[in-house]
């Protein structure tokens, strides 16, 4: 991005028009990658590091006409305004090398589609597994596997795919073309990915959001969906028949010259398409560079045990591991907002374990009703007299779970009421040095009853409960989810904090544990 290499004038001559060359084959052929590089990332990086920020935000480039700032200046914002679109979904290029693309307009088409009912400028995109890390993987909210024949991954690419779901992405899959050898191998593929007995493939009940997060889909057309289910939200959905040559079929403007019977299955197949896409996003894309995860090569855990910062999770009986990224994820939150050195391995336990007074804070989670026996109960008061917090969430809001928290603590407190935290409380500002949590996003379910079903994000005061005990809240309670945002998990059937804010929410009150 650097030099033009196609003139003998000097590197630096026509650069500007030969990035906008390069944006075009970028974006019109759908690739993520030129090579090897991420040609719009490493393109505007090369860019805003040129722009003259002391000349009103303008570009002079070499040549003639490059040396015009009008001219100079259209051509980089033509590269990154048209390069910067959101990305819906990235096909994933893997081996076998002629197998992965039969159907080449399959997701153009399907994204021309999403395009017009979301009512806003979308992408798709072509990433190749042989040069993709996690993190670029991650520029795409959703990746599409399709193929006929047993697709070939190296150990390597499946931990990517995994590293990449664990960390929100999302997995779109079919066997096409009657690919019986793809049907076998991907669910091979899915037990190397996810050996847990947990995380195994399950046949998409008929009231799973994923039918009717956008369109009713016809009965007489619905295939099979097979998925799995990580933390709150299904990150895995598998079709064992075809897809992709129904969306080939769908291309704007050509419905009146297909017979109507085959109208009928390519408009079934593609409102799958678009559900499995709402259920996936929720809608909410970013444009390219916004808003994406940190690279996890930035956080590194620090290797000298004195003075680092552990929090423990407890175990329980209503679901004490559902999320198990929502702590880790929280602690690399720290780590980079507020400078402290902490760990994110995990260190899992029992209330009655004595380790438990080793620990400042400790973190609970749950999704099902649970209950403490006396000793439990009797090493959690003490925990909480001797200065220790506990910080829990009712995972995707869960009532069952809530229901037995609070009973819990008011068997364990009962001279120490849970009750609301008042807002003004300096835990909602950045006293402690965190955020000011006046308002926060909350997502809250609309629809249903057989229509489109989504979470629409309302800003709202933050709603935490505690339990005061010595003038300090020794226990923080949020009945809204807080885990599955943290884990980058949250789905439209999942009401709670956005991703942002339930770190913020995470953050201040670690902070101010370390505080009071």
């Given at each position: 991005v650097h030099t033009n290499p196609s003139t003998t004038r000097g590197a630096q001559v026509w650069l500007l028009y030969y990035l906008y060359g390069v944006e075009r084959a970028g974006r019109l052929t759908n690739q993520r990658f030129l090579g090897q590089h991420d040609w719009y990332r490493e393109g505007a990086d090369a860019l805003v590091a040129a722009q003259d920020e002391l000349g009103g935000g303008q570009w002079k480039g070499v040549g003639h006409s490059e040396d015009n700032p009008h001219i100079a200046t259209s051509l980089c914002l033509l590269f990154l305004s048209k390069g910067r679109r959101p990305i819906l979904i990235s096909k994933l290029k893997h081996a076998p090398v002629d197998d992965w693309n039969h159907h080449r307009t399959d997701l153009a088409n399907l994204t021309n589609y999403v395009e017009r009912q979301w009512k806003r400028d979308l992408t798709w995109q072509i990433i190749d597994t042989s040069h993709a890390e996690p993190d670029d993987?991650?520029?795409?909210?959703?990746?599409?596997?399709?193929?006929?024949?047993?697709?070939?991954?190296?150990?390597?690419?499946?931990?990517?795919?995994?590293?990449?779901?664990?960390?929100?992405?999302?997995?779109?899959?079919?066997?096409?073309?009657?690919?019986?050898?793809?049907?076998?191998?991907?669910?091979?593929?899915?037990?190397?990915m996810f050996p847990e007995p947990e995380h195994q493939l399950r046949l998409l009940p008929p009231e799973h959001p994923v039918w009717t997060a956008e369109e009713r889909v016809d009965p007489r057309y619905m295939k099979p969906l097979w998925g799995i289910d990580l933390g709150c939200r299904t990150s895995v959905v598998y079709c064992p028949d075809d897809l992709g040559c129904f969306w080939e079929l769908a291309r704007v403007g050509r419905e009146d010259k297909l017979p109507a019977k085959v109208n009928e299955q390519v408009s079934a197949v593609r409102s799958i398409g678009i559900n499995v896409l709402a259920y996936a996003t929720n809608r909410e894309l970013k444009y390219k560079l916004e808003g994406t995860p940190p690279p996890e090569s930035e956080f590194k855990n620090d290797p000298v045990e004195r003075a680092r910062i552990w929090i423990a999770k407890l175990r329980h009986s209503g679901g004490w591991n559902i999320a198990p990224q929502a702590l880790p994820n929280l602690m690399k939150t720290v780590a980079r907002n507020a400078s402290l050195r902490v760990n994110v391995d995990s260190r899992e336990l029992a209330l009655t374990d004595p380790r438990l007074f080793e620990h400042h804070m400790i973190f609970m989670h749950g999704r099902n009703a649970f209950q403490f026996n006396p000793a439990e109960r009797k090493q959690l008061r003490t925990f909480v007299e001797r200065g220790g917090l506990l910080l829990a969430d009712a995972i995707c809001g869960s009532d069952a779970f809530a229901a037995a928290f609070r009973r819990e603590m008011n068997a364990t407190f009962s001279d120490h009421p849970l009750e609301p935290i008042p807002a003004s409380h300096p835990l909602f500002s950045a006293a402690y040095g965190g955020f000011d949590l006046r308002r926060v996003g909350l997502r809250e379910l609309q629809g249903g009853g057989g229509g489109p079903t989504r979470a629409v994000t309302k800003q709202v005061p933050p709603e935490l409960e505690g339990i005061k005990v010595d003038d300090r809240y020794g226990v923080v309670f949020s009945p809204h989810d807080l885990s599955c945002a943290l884990e980058r998990h949250e789905s439209i059937e999942c009401p709670g904090y956005n991703r942002e804010d339930a770190a913020r929410i995470g953050l201040n009150v670690i902070l101010y544990s370390l505080a009071e």
């Open positions: 993987l991650l520029q795409s909210p959703v990746l599409f596997l399709t193929g006929s024949a047993a697709p070939q991954f190296t150990d390597a690419q499946v931990h990517n795919l995994r590293e990449y779901v664990d960390r929100g992405g999302f997995l779109f899959a079919e066997a096409c073309c009657g690919g019986e050898a793809y049907d076998r191998a991907f669910r091979q593929l899915m037990r190397r």
